[in-house]
């Protein structure tokens, strides 16, 4: 004796697009699995992964009334897929296509941050050209710049302008705010600014191409 999943023809499609829907996830965790393995290259991934979202993208359109909830769909189906379901259902995109966004967040993050470097430099030079050498003028402008060089990633700890400027802020953190340097330690403290400036521009990415 046969035994039919359905009465008529809209339940037989509904159990058709469960079907697919089933094989859309599972396939989706499969390629996720072959890609942190390195079974497949990332252009392979990307290409398949953007097929399968297109596709379960119409699915889940098409079900939404059926199947309000693609988790609970899983769960009722014992489907141990959460890989697939990230990348369906959260990301919606491919992780390479994650991966970039990323990397280029960082980059312009790191853009940033290196202007906000350049400009510390800048001004704290130029404050000493007009003589502006009070402790309480100098310090807040080291304080900046030492802050700004700590933020940025690419520098390694030991890097000249970092060690430089710590050194130079314990030393004026032990002077009076109304203090000021001798020309001899303007001249110094001029000398090492202009010095790790051009070992920071020196230790850009791609710097002098």
């Known amino acids: 004796m046969e035994v039919k ?29 072959a890609y942190v393995r390195d079974i497949i290259s990332s252009s392979e991934y990307e290409t398949e992964c953007q097929k399968l979202i297109a596709h379960f993208k119409t699915l889940a359109s098409t079900l939404k009334d059926t199947v309000p909830s693609i ?21 919606g995109v491919p992780a390479t296509v994650e991966h970039r966004a990323a990397a280029a967040a960082s980059a312009t993050t790191s853009a940033a941050i290196v202007a906000e ?54 030393r004026l953190a032990k002077m009076g705010a109304a203090d000021e340097l001798t020309e001899q330690q303007a001249r110094q403290l001029h000398f090492d600014l202009e010095s790790s400036y051009n070992s920071f521009m020196a230790a850009l990415p791609n710097a002098g191409t």
């Open 71 to 91: 988790e609970r769909f899983a769960d009722t189906y014992k489907m141990d897929c959460p890989a697939a379901i990230n990348r369906l259902v959260t990301s």
């Open 5 to 33: 999943l359905w009465n008529d023809k809209r339940e037989r499609e509904m159990y058709e697009n469960f079907a697919e829907l089933y094989a859309i996830i599972k396939a989706t965790e499969k390629l996720e699995k």
């Open 117 to 170: 470097c350049v400009q510390n430099f800048i001004t704290a030079m130029d404050s000493l050209k007009l003589n502006m050498v009070a402790v309480d003028q100098v310090y807040p402008l080291l304080s900046d710049l030492s802050a700004s060089l700590n933020k940025l990633g690419i520098l390694p700890p030991d890097f000249e302008g970092k060690i430089k400027m710590k050194e130079w802020i314990s």
